[in-house]
Structure formats: C-alpha cells, structure tokens
C-alpha cells in the first residue's frame, strides 16, 4: 500500500530526526516547487524569493526536531515561508502598486494558446496582484488547501480569506482581460 503525501512526509522527518541527511534532501525536492511559488506571490521577485526560500530551509533544517506531527508538514512549511517572506518584504518596505508593474508579456499567437501558454499567462495575472491576494489564490487552487489549512500557514481570519480569494479571483479576471483582451476566451 503506497504512502499518503503526509505519511511520506512523516517518515523522511523521523529519518532527518534520526541523522539522515539524505531525507532532507529529499523533502526539499518535494516542497521546493510550491514553496517557491509561495515566496514570489509575496514578494514579486523571482531571485528574492529564490534567497528567501534558502533562508526557509535552513530554519526547517534546524528547527524539523521541533516538529509536533499535529499537523501536516506541509502545513507548517507554508507557515514558514509566508512569514519568512512577508517578513523580508516588510524589511525591504516594498510597495507594489499595480500600475507600477512592468512585467514583461510574453509574445504568443494568442489563439492558440497552449498549456505553456496558459501558465505563463496565469502566472504573469497572479504577479499583477496584491501579495495576499497572489498567495491566497495559490495556496486554495493551486495547493487545493481548505480555509482552515490556510489560516494556520497564513495567520488570517478567515472573513479575510474568503474576501480576498473573491477579489483575488475578480482582479485575476481583471489582469488576464488586460492581458488577452477578447481572446481571453481561448485561455478559459
């Protein structure tokens, strides 16, 4: 019988606890990608949110022993990288209005978009957003997360959860409109 994700995510943590370095590695691998695409809905940087995630992982590195198995790793993991990230980005006081933004658009013939297409386009829609907005709409569509999963990694109540995926998805209407004009149709 296969390994549930959590389950999985248990074993290669009680093998860290025990000295193996080479479990580590492999949680990294695991939970690199959506981290990562945490970290750049808040910070809007791909290099920074690049050094952030190093900076997540040491933390989990050195803090995994402090590990409760309460609740799902990834749960905590996205505690992490959203306070590393917003923490950083409260460091560097950024501000990210959204007029401000010059996100390169990629050039494609926009009737045919394919799925590479469409990812770019999405990806480059969710940049355009405000930071909670870009990270909620991640962690519910993207991660499939539940409200409450989303408070504990977030900190937030959940009336603001819930507002900002409803502007999160009506501004992300928005920026794909800019972005596509009527041939927003062959993305839908």
């Known amino acids: 019988m296969k390994n549930s994700p959590v ?4 074993e290669l943590i ?12 492999q ?10 695409s945490l970290a750049i809905s808040i910070l809007k940087d791909h290099n920074l949110a690049e050094d952030v995630l190093q900076d997540v992982f040491v ?19 996205y505690r992490i990288v959203v306070n590393t990230s917003y923490n950083e980005l409260k460091k560097r006081k950024s501000t990210f209005a959204l007029d401000e933004q010059t996100a390169e658009i990629p050039i494609v013939d926009k009737s045919s978009i394919d799925e590479a297409d ?3 386009y999405i990806n480059l829609a969710l940049e355009r957003l405000r930071p909670d907005e870009s990270l909620l709409l991640r962690l519910f569509y993207l991660s499939e997360l539940k409200i409450k999963e989303i408070e504990k990694i977030t900190g937030f109540k959940t009336s603001k959860i819930k507002v900002d995926l409803h502007r999160g998805r009506e501004n992300m ?13 062959h993305l839908l």
């Open 173 to 185: 209407l928005f920026e794909l409109k800019q972005l596509l004009g009527p041939d927003l149709k």
């Open 118 to 120: 469409q990812k770019k």
């Open 27 to 36: 949680l990294v691998y695991v939970h690199k990608d959506v981290s990562l």
């Open 14 to 25: 009680r093998k860290i606890n025990d000295g193996d370095a080479s479990a580590f590695r």
């Open 7 to 10: 389950q999985r995510d248990y």
């Open 59 to 77: 933390k989990v590195y050195h803090k995994i022993h402090t590990f409760k198995f309460k609740s799902s790793f990834t749960t905590w993991l």
